[in-house]
């Protein structure tokens, strides 16, 4: 029987072996590719398809310009100044506060919300306790001088040295007090209880009390043995210092005067916000682009702005992409990517928020995979 003659099940091994594995080269020659190579095949194969020409993202509208005054609970009042087109951001302290002074600021009552002010008008006043303080004990001090001026005109000399006698009472009661005040700072001090700008303004003040008894022993010896023309001189000499000094208190107080730094509407405080300005004569857009996206982008590509609000669309183009990055959701990359607007609808507020349509340039599945991969 020859060999095409004999059953399979009686050909010899060596043949059957043959047939077997021809069988599975077939096999493995028609078996489905993984995901891992169709995917790359995939990739491969249309990374010559462009994606979208066009990039969609979330935007939030803000002024050109913004100015914010706050204060903190020390009291110190500053300013910060952002100029979104630009990208700069200014902050600086505008008022100082002193250690236990109580500090409020008052807003022009003739500023509402809404009102446009220019650069260099008055927004409101800082009011110092410690100030108005001041200007009260100056005044005081000066009335009282002005009318021991008339009594030693009139020549009663009995009426200036009992006058005199109970000022060195009261300057030497001062000092007492102030000496009392300087032991208890430095006990603190000692314990790290107080700052040492706190002890210095003690010992200040001791200085400052001790000076004004060794006045008024000089007044009460002036009065005593003195004749009406050198009492009256003494006197008229004190009145001027004290007009001085009250003087340079009203400079302060109109210093705490706060002037907007530009151009915009008024807008009130709440908290420790005490007022914002806002130039929206001009508007910006700003919106977070993923960090494998924002290589397609650079400024001068249009975009195009549709309102949640249902307010007519915008227009405009972008002016700056922040290199730094920052972390979102998930962990997700995004850079900031600012868009100066053309010509808006006049009812577009701050802080609105919509979604905006950039012309990218187009971008293959390629190119996505290799952005991707050189993360």
């Avoid at 994606?51 to 979330?58: A, F, I, K």
């Avoid at 500090?103 to 306790?129: N, Q, W």
């Avoid at 300087?182 to 209880?193: A, I, P, T």
């Amino acid at each position: 029987m020859s060999k095409g003659q004999y059953p399979n099940h009686l050909l010899p091994a060596t043949v059957n072996s043959d047939k077997r594995k021809e069988r599975e080269k077939m096999r493995l020659a028609t078996r489905p590719m993984g995901s891992v190579g169709f995917s790359v095949t995939l990739l491969l194969g249309t990374g010559c398809d462009p994606l979208t020409g066009g990039l969609t993202v979330s935007a939030r509208a803000v002024p050109s310009q913004e100015w914010v005054l706050q204060q903190d609970a020390d009291g110190v009042i500053t300013g910060s100044l952002t100029d979104h087109l630009q990208g700069r951001h200014l902050r600086r302290t505008i008022l100082g506060a002193e250690r236990g002074d109580r500090i409020r600021f008052e807003t022009l009552p003739e500023l509402a919300s809404g009102v446009s002010v220019a650069a260099g008008d008055p927004i409101g006043r800082r009011i110092s306790a410690l100030t108005a303080r001041r200007q009260a004990e100056l005044q005081g001090q000066l009335d009282v001088e002005r009318a021991y001026l008339e009594l030693a005109r009139s020549g009663d000399k009995a009426s200036l040295v009992r006058e005199a006698d109970v000022r060195l009472a009261l300057a030497q009661a001062e000092a007492a007090q102030q000496r009392r005040t300087l032991v208890r700072q430095r006990s603190l001090f000692e314990h790290n209880l107080v700052a040492p700008a706190d002890l210095e303004r003690s010992e200040a003040a001791v200085e400052a009390a001790d000076l004004r008894v060794r006045i008024a022993e000089a007044q009460l010896q002036t009065a005593r043995t003195g004749g009406p023309e050198q009492e009256i001189r003494w006197i008229e000499a004190r009145i001027a210092d004290l007009l001085s000094q009250l003087d340079q208190v009203r400079l302060d107080i109109e210093a705490d005067v706060v002037r907007s730094p530009i151009d915009g509407r008024f807008l009130g405080g709440h908290g420790d916000t005490l007022a914002v300005v806002q130039d929206t004569t001009a508007w910006a857009a700003i919106m977070p682009v993923a960090w494998t996206d924002h290589l397609r982008l650079q400024p001068g590509l249009r975009v195009q702005l549709q309102w949640n609000a249902g307010l007519p669309p915008s227009t405009g183009q972008l002016t700056r992409l922040r290199t730094e990055a920052f972390s979102a959701i998930d962990g997700r990359q995004f850079v900031a990517v600012v868009a100066r607007l053309d010509s808006v609808d006049g009812a577009l507020v701050p802080g609105l928020v919509g979604q905006c349509r950039i012309a990218a340039d187009a971008q293959t599945w390629l190119d996505r995979l290799q952005r991707i991969l050189a993360l």
